[in-house]
């Protein structure tokens, strides 16, 4: 599926979106603007989900936003702060947001950890492969989650 035509279910309110044979990326349904079931049927792993967070080269979350713990080194103020994430979001619309956050804002700049399709300027190792596995994924909506606090 196209993600036009993705973007056109999701203004229905539910899509799944079809992932070729190829890509090897579990399937996913978006319900609105989230993925309420867990990739593959993974359960994340907290502190892995905030290692991932914090890794300057894996995730490089901060790199956009800034974190919960206010002593970390260079973070960014590009994207939303990350303190309060959980009190903000529900896990699936976390999860949507890491798999491709241009499903629910086509101007974002955040890039999509869970695709592999219609990526532009991909160095030619990490063609055809997720930033993030579903493992990863999971394990940082787990961290992302737990953040209540503002």
């Known amino acids: ?10 203004g229905l309110g539910a899509a799944l979106l079809a ?14 603007d989230a993925i309420p079931a867990p990739l593959g049927g993974l ?4 502190r892995r989900g905030e290692t991932l967070v914090r890794d300057r080269e894996r995730g490089n979350c901060l790199i956009c936003h800034r974190g919960a713990d206010p002593s970390e080194p260079f973070q960014g103020s590009i994207g939303p702060p990350l303190a309060g994430v ?25 890039p ?4 592999t399709e219609n990526l532009q300027d991909v160095a030619s190792a990490f063609r055809g492969k997720p930033a993030l596995s579903a493992q990863e994924i999971e394990d940082v909506v787990s961290y992302l989650a737990t953040l209540r606090a503002q």
């Open 1 to 10: 599926m196209s993600r036009a035509g993705m973007r056109a279910r999701l």
């Open 19 to 32: 992932v070729s044979p190829a890509t090897a990326l579990e399937p996913f349904a978006v319900v609105g």
């Open 43 to 46: 359960s994340g792993d907290v």
């Open 86 to 110: 959980g009190a903000r979001l529900e896990a699936g619309q976390i999860r949507l947001r890491l798999v491709d956050a241009s499903l629910v804002n086509p101007q974002t700049v955040m």
């Open 112 to 115: 999509p950890y869970f695709r």
